[in-house]
Antibody, heavy 119, light 107 residues
Framework: QVQLVQSGAEVKKPGSSVKVSCKASGGTFSSYGISWVRQAPGQGLEWMGRIIPMLALANYAQKFQGRVTITADKSTSTAYMELSSLRSDDTAVYYC????????????WGQGTLVTVSS | EIVLTQSPGTLSLSPGERATLSCRASQSISSNYLAWYQQRPGQAPRLLIYGASSRATGIPDRFSGSGSGTDFTLTISRLEPEDFAVYYCQQYGSSPTFGGGTKVEIK
């Protein structure tokens, strides 16, 4: 059974950075793509970027270019999303999700990590 | 970027009724790379439909998808209590995007 387990909730100050982890089990980590999708309170879903661990190749939504870094550690089947220069409107639940190498169709999702940005 | 517009924003229906949700794209979606997800409160989204009309594993047959090009529809033939939720469409090409969602609420 595939599972994506994310790290716990975070509270951060404006201007700081946050790093959220997503540990995969039950599948072949390197054979898939892992994306990060966020959801602000009461709002819709927003794609941030993804990584293909097999290729160590990441691409990002234009909105987050320069502020987000997605990495993966194949030895521990864990993906990471780091967001810098945090603002209050970055307060959201951040999800990791598994897609294929070719597409961002998500068959498995993490449980979500709430990141609160507040002074 | 492909913009997806979902309508209506909210659908108020009773259990047993039929729900019809729309998703319109700002440009044609190639290979019918259009998916639908269900999200219940406090939960992660769940994949329902991919390729515009194929049901994901374990999804009941009361859920069906149709459409091509720029216009897509999700139909729930008879609403069950657990179907009251928010539904999102997504195009899953190279730069994926989501629609704004349709909330299906109990009338």
């Amino acid at each position: 059974q595939v599972q994506l387990v994310q790290s716990g909730a975070e509270v951060k100050k404006p201007g700081s950075s946050v790093k959220v982890s997503c540990k995969a089990s039950g599948g072949t980590f390197s054979s898939y793509g892992i994306s990060w999708v966020r959801q602000a309170p009461g709002q819709g879903l927003e794609w941030m970027g993804r990584i293909i661990p097999m290729l160590a190749l990441a691409n990002y939504a234009q909105k987050f270019q320069g502020r987000v870094t997605i990495t993966a550690d194949k030895s521990t089947s864990t993906a990471y999303m780091e967001l810098s220069s945090l603002r209050s409107d970055d307060t959201a639940v951040y999800y990791c999700a598994r897609g294929s190498v070719l597409t961002s169709l998500y068959d498995y999702w993490g449980q979500g990590t709430l990141v609160t940005v507040s002074s | 970027e492909i913009v997806l517009t979902q309508s209506p924003g909210t659908l108020s229906l009773s259990p047993g009724e039929r729900a019809t949700l729309s998703c319109r794209a700002s440009q044609s979606i190639s290979s019918n790379y259009l998916a639908w997800y269900q999200q219940r409160p406090g939960q992660a989204p769940r994949l329902l439909i991919y390729g515009a009309s194929s049901r994901a594993t374990g999804i009941p047959d009361r859920f069906s998808g149709s459409g091509s090009g720029t216009d897509f529809t999700l139909t729930i033939s008879r609403l069950e209590p657990e179907d009251f939720a928010v539904y999102y469409c997504q195009q899953y090409g190279s730069s994926p995007t989501f629609g704004g969602g349709t909330k299906v609420e109990i009338k």
